[in-house]
């Protein structure tokens, strides 16, 4: 099993920044990919970023390309999202995920159920 620890979560005014922290424990070595989720009052929880643990490809949707960048650092099985240029619309509680299976089609690590671990999530929330 892998253990997700999500923090960084916090009020911001909209333009401004914020740096969620996922670090990772048990079978660390297992895992294959990670990412970010996020559940709007009232919504589904949907994707918004990930990357492949190993040659540190990454993944967007398309609302945050060009203000969200992930980001990892194996030796400490930790990953990031640094949020920039931040929106109202971007506020939700973020998950962080990992899936410690192979992946073998990029549509994957879109996908909610492609992930079988996850954290407790951390809320953003973003005033205008």
């Known amino acids: 099993q892998v253990q997700l620890v999500e923090s960084g979560g916090g009020l911001v005014q909209a333009g401004g920044s914020l740096r969620l922290s996922c670090a990772a424990s048990g079978r660390t070595f297992s895992i294959y990919a990670m990412g970010w989720f996020r559940q709007a009052p009232g919504k589904e929880r949907e994707f918004v970023a990930a990357?492949?643990?190993?040659?540190?490809?990454?993944y967007y949707t398309d609302s945050v390309k060009g203000r969200f960048t992930i980001s990892r650092d194996n030796a400490k099985n930790t990953v990031f999202l640094q949020m920039n240029s931040l929106k109202p619309e971007d506020t939700a509680v973020y998950y962080c995920?990992?899936?410690?299976?192979?992946?073998?089609?990029?549509?994957?690590?879109?996908?909610?159920?492609?992930?079988?671990?996850w954290g407790q999530g951390t809320q953003v929330t973003v005033s205008s």
């Open positions: 990357i492949s643990w190993s040659g540190g490809t990454t």
């Open positions: 995920a990992a899936r410690p299976r192979i992946v073998y089609y990029t549509s994957t690590y879109y996908r909610r159920e492609s992930y079988d671990n």
